[in-house]
């Protein structure tokens, strides 16, 4: 493992961030449907600074006696019955993600992905629905910590509505890409790299004055 991945590993006492975005049938994890889901995990480059890695996007087949709002479709544009959309299964979908969170995992000598998303609860619920609906197993994501964006960026740039928050970080926003799981991952993986990168020196003047203690690693893999 190279220092830069073993930074990455203690930057966030062994969690990998990947950010996760989820667009639905509306706002009920347990009774509304899946339909597009995304994941870019988060990683350090050379200079130390985080990087959005490559986002994987899949379409969602609804499961079986999904709610799907009329609402909801108006505002994501998505139409789950479209005869030409390269949808997949839940448990499928899923799989293809943790395969590639795990990866980066190993790579990055991090014990657990926790998921970063924009008001992160709500696409963590949609998340774990869809789990326990397909009993995927392995699921390497912290089931109910997270990190939000919405929260960071409040904090940050006095924003929490993604798009204004990303405009306030001078990163780029097309109105018209938004609401695909993709897309909004990737803006929302971008804006909460600048976050945590403009608290870097924050964050090694502290460990430097004080460390880490020993047991933050036991403490960690309990978590």
Known sequence: MSAVEAGLA?????F????????TGGFNALTDALLE?????VLLDEAGLLQ???A?????QPFAGANIEAASLAVNGIDPHHPLRPALPEAEALRRIFA???RHMKEAGCHRAILVGHNAHFDLGFLNAAVARSGVKRNPFHPFSCFDTATLAGVAYGQTVLRRAALMA??????VSAHSAGYDASRTAELFCQVVNAFRGVYE???LNAGEPASLDAEAQAD
């Not at 994987?56 to 969602?60: C, R």
């Not at 001078?170 to 109105?175: A, H, K, N, R, V």
């Open 10 to 14: 203690r930057r966030f006492r062994g």
């Open 16 to 23: 990998l961030p990947v950010v996760v975005d989820v667009e």
């Open 37 to 41: 889901i995304a994941a870019v995990p």
């Open 52 to 54: 959005p890695a490559a």
């Open 56 to 60: 994987q996007s899949f379409h969602v």
């Open 100 to 102: 590639e969170v795990r």
């Open 170 to 175: 001078g990163l780029p926003f097309d109105q």
């Open 205 to 207: 003047q502290n460990i």
